[in-house]
């Protein structure tokens, strides 16, 4: 941080401040206290009479590299507000939500991603401003080396597996760097 939010202050340390454990920016003037908190990432899985609905990204991180409709939330939103709106965004599509699937924790980059389950009303969806294309996908025919991100691959995995059973848990995973395999290579890590 270079500069006090509250004040203008130009002269912010990094410290740790008093009854607090962990560093933080603290303006030498007004004394604010800038907390950093992990991003909310929310989304769906739609799905249409067995098929994913997924978007081949028009933006980086990871261009052309194929993605549930996610996106951050907004102030103002709710969790599910915020899912559905990425999913028009993206994929033109409204969904009928069945709740909550996956919660995933990224303490390295300090984001939470949450994706509900859900339908896709009519089967109609399109491409919005932030997706080349879109696509229902049928479980053999999905794009999986082309998957933009761990979340994603991951929530379309235990939909398969739940599939079979018709039994679809709130799942929590935390997907964890995996230094020895440099910023590619990831663990993910089943909770609860």
């Known amino acids: 941080m270079k500069f006090c939010s509250h004040c203008g202050e130009g002269n912010l340390p990094y410290i740790i401040p008093e009854g607090d454990t962990r560093l933080r920016y603290v303006c030498n003037v007004c004394k604010t206290v800038h907390y950093q ?5 929310c989304g769906t899985l739609p799905i249409y009479e067995g ?11 990871r261009l052309g590299l194929w993605t549930l409709p996610a996106g951050f939330m907004e102030n ?11 999913t028009w965004e993206e994929a033109c599509a409204r969904i009928d939500m069945e709740g909550l699937y996956c919660i995933y924790n990224l303490p390295h980059i300090s984001q939470v991603y949450l994706f509900f389950k859900g339908t896709v009303k ?10 080349l294309e879109t696509k229902l996908f049928a479980i053999e ?17 235990l939909f398969i597996e739940d599939s079979k059973t018709s039994f679809f848990p709130i799942r929590m995973l935390d997907i964890l760097e995996d230094h020895a395999k440099g910023s590619i290579g990831k663990t993910v890590v089943e909770k609860g």
């Open 122 to 131: 009519n089967g109609e969806y399109g491409v919005g401003v932030e997706s």
């Open 51 to 61: 098929k994913i609905l997924m978007c081949r990204r028009a933006i980086q991180p």
């Open 141 to 157: 025919d999905l794009p999986w080396n082309e998957m933009a991100f761990m979340t994603v691959k991951r929530t379309i995995q």
């Open 76 to 86: 103002g939103e709710t969790t599910p507000e915020a899912a559905q709106r990425e």
């Open 37 to 41: 908190n992990p991003k909310i990432i």
